[in-house]
C-alpha cells in the first residue's frame, strides 16, 4: 500500500504495538532471566559529556519521554546501545553504557558532537547495529527523525557507516559510508530497521520495515546495493493486533523486522513484526546481483508459524535461533535443522522457553552476546510508546538490558 508520513507514524515506530497469539505455549521450564541495567527513563552521562542537563532540555533537545531503548551489541566489555530519533529530544542515537556512582548511563559514541543535529555529516537516527569479529561496527543510520511527529519529519538519505572499533588515535576509523540512493531506498518508504553480517563474503543484510516491507544486501568491496520485496515480507492480516500478557491487546501495521543469517552464511532467515511466519531464502541468490526477484521469490522457504509475534531475531554458532515471544513476554529458541540435517518446521512442540517474566521481559527487542557465552537483549515495553509509559517509576523499570547464559556465541564465531 501507499505510505504517507502519518503512515510512517504508524506503521514505523511499529516496532511498536501488538499481537494475537497461538493457544499453545512454549515448551520447557526456561530460566530467569538476569538484569544487568534498568531505567524508569533512560539517563546520559551528562558529565561525561561536558554538557548540561538543564540547558538541553530547556532547548528542547532532550525530552526523556523520547527516548527509548532500541539496539544492543557488546564488544569486547564495552556495551552499546542505540536510541532512535523517532521522535525529538534524543541527545544521541548511538552511545555506550557505562556506570556512574552505582548507576548506568549513556554516553554518545563515537562522540556526542558526531550526533549532533546541525552535524550535516554526522550520524542522524541510529536504528540498530553489528559488530563483527574483526572489530568493524556496521552502523545502520536510517536517516528520516520523528516518525511520530508528521509536522517536525525531517528525511535523511539513509546510510551504512562501517566503523574500525580497533582503530587508535592516528588511524581514519571509518572504513565505508554508503549513502542508499533513491533507486533502492525510496524517501518516505524507507525504515532500514534490522542488521546481519557475512563475514566471509563482506555483505550485510538489512531489513526494511515499512509499507510492503523488503530486504537489502550490501556488498563492502563493491560499496553497491540491491533491494528486494517480496508478498512472504507483508504484514500478515492475522498478526497486527497483540495481546501482551498483563498489558492489554495493541495494534500495529509493521512488515519484514526480524533477520538471522545462517553460521555457514548460507541461510538468510526474515519475517514481519505483524505476523507469525518465518521464511528464508539463500544468499548465494541474493549476493547475486543479476538474479531476479523471480528468482528470488521462488527460493523463498517457509518454516511455519512462531507463537508469538517477535521483534529481533538472532541465530548462535551451533544454528540455533533465538526469538522474542511478545505475547507471553518470554524467550522462545528452535532448531532451523535437525541432527539428521533435515530441515525443520515451526510446531507447538519444538519452540522452547528460554526465559520469561512478566514483569522484566516485557517487548523483548534486540538480541546480542557478550562474548562469554550468554545472550544479551532489551526489553523496552514498546507498546507504550509514544504516549502511555509511566515515568513516575511506580510501575517499575521501563527499559533493561538482560542476559541468559546459553553457552552459545554469536553467528559470525
Known amino acids: 500500500y501507499t505510505i504517507d508520513r502519518l503512515s510512517v507514524t504508524a506503521v ?11 493457544s499453545a505455549e512454549a515448551q520447557g521450564s526456561g530460566m530467569e532471566a538476569a538484569v544487568l541495567y534498568e531505567w524508569v527513563s533512560v539517563e546520559y552521562d551528562w558529565e561525561g559529556m561536558g554538557e548540561d542537563e538543564q540547558a538541553w532540555i530547556d532547548a528542547g533537545l532532550y525530552i526523556p519521554e523520547n527516548c527509548v531503548l532500541a539496539g544492543i551489541k557488546q564488544w569486547q566489555e564495552t556495551v552499546f546501545v542505540t536510541i532512535p ?17 552505582g548507576k548506568p548511563k549513556l554516553l554518545p559514541f563515537p562522540s556526542l558532537e558526531a550526533q549532533m543535529l546541525n552535524n550535516t555529516e554526522g550520524l542522524k537516527n541510529v536504528q540498530d547495529v553489528e ?25 535523511n538519505t539513509p546510510k551504512l557507516v562501517v566503523y574500525d572499533l580497533t582503530a587508535d588515535g592516528g588511524q581514519e576509523p571509518v572504513l565505508r559510508e554508503y549513502s542508499f540512493p533513491a533507486s533502492v531506498a525510496a524517501p518516505g518508504q ?35 546495493a540491491r533491494f528486494w520485496v517480496d508478498p512472504s515480507m507483508a504484514v500478515e492480516p492475522d498478526g497486527v493486533l497483540f495481546n501482551v500478557t498483563g498489558s492489554g491487546v495493541y495494534d500495529v501495521v509493521t512488515p519484514s523486522d526480524g533477520i538471522a543469517l545462517s553460521p555457514d552464511v548460507e541461510t538468510l532467515y526474515y519475517c514481519p513484526l505483524s505476523g507469525f ?29 512462531r507463537l508469538s509475534q517477535s521483534d529481533g531475531i538472532v541465530l548462535t554458532a551451533d544454528n540455533t535461533l533465538y526469538y522474542g515471544d511478545i505475547g507471553s513476554n ?29 514483569t522484566a521481559m516485557q ?51
Request: charged share 15%.
Open 330 to 358: 518470554a524467550v522462545l529458541y528452535w532448531e532451523p535443522v535437525d541432527q539428521y540435517g533435515n530441515q525443520n518446521t515451526l510446531s507447538g512442540t519444538n519452540q522452547l522457553l528460554l526465559a520469561e517474566d512478566d
Open 85 to 101: 530519533r523517532w521522535a525529538p529530544g534524543v541527545p544521541a542515537t548511538l552511545n555506550t553504557v557505562v556506570v556512574r556512582e
Open 12 to 22: 514505523l515506530l511499529v516496532t511498536v504495538l501488538v499481537l494475537v497469539a497461538w
Open 190 to 224: 524507507t525504515f532500514i530497521n534490522d542488521i546481519v553480517v557475512d563475514v566471509l563474503n563482506d555483505f550485510a543484510f538489512m531489513t526494511n520495515s515499512v509499507g510492503d516491507g523488503g530486504l537489502w544486501a550490501y556488498d563492502y568491496n563493491a560499496n553497491a
Open 363 to 413: 517487548w523483548v527487542d534486540t538480541f546480542g552476546f557478550d562474548g562469554q557465552g550468554s545472550l544479551i537483549f532489551v526489553t523496552n515495553r514498546l507498546f507504550l510508546f509514544p504516549t502511555s509509559y509511566d515515568f513516575s517509576g511506580a510501575s517499575g523499570a521501563n527499559f533493561r538490558i538482560l542476559s541468559c547464559p546459553i553457552g552459545q556465541q554469536s553467528y559470525m564465531r
Open 131 to 155: 559488530i563483527d569479529p574483526f572489530g568493524r561496527m556496521w552502523i545502520i543510520d536510517t536517516g528520516a527523525q520523528n516518525f511520530y511527529y508528521p509536522n517536525q519529519y525531517v528525511w
Open 277 to 305: 511466519n518465518l521464511y528464508s531464502i539463500p544468499t548465494s541468490l541474493f549476493r547475486d546481483f543479476n538474479s531476479t526477484a523471480e528468482q528470488l521469490h521462488d527460493s523463498v522457504v517457509s518454516y511455519g508459524q
